[in-house]
């Protein structure tokens, strides 16, 4: 399908619907919150607790920490 994706490929962007697939050895199946979090550069367990649903929108529409901590080292850079 068009959301699938093997283990060995870069991730699709990842949004607030659970429509994300992993392909192994020719199966499908959805990410777990856990691996949503993670592609998302979340630390392991950020989710634990939270129910599917909500945490699949919370990552989806989340900017990813790796990305925010330098977008706000660049702005702390400059002044």
Known sequence: GAWGRSIHSPSTTVTCQNQHWLVRRGE????????????????????????????INMAGNAVPPPAGAEVIGQVLATL
């Open 28 to 55: 499908y199946r959805l990410w777990s919150v856990e691996e949503t979090g993670r592609v998302m550069g979340f630390p392991s367990g950020y989710f634990d607790g939270v129910p599917r649903t909500a945490a």
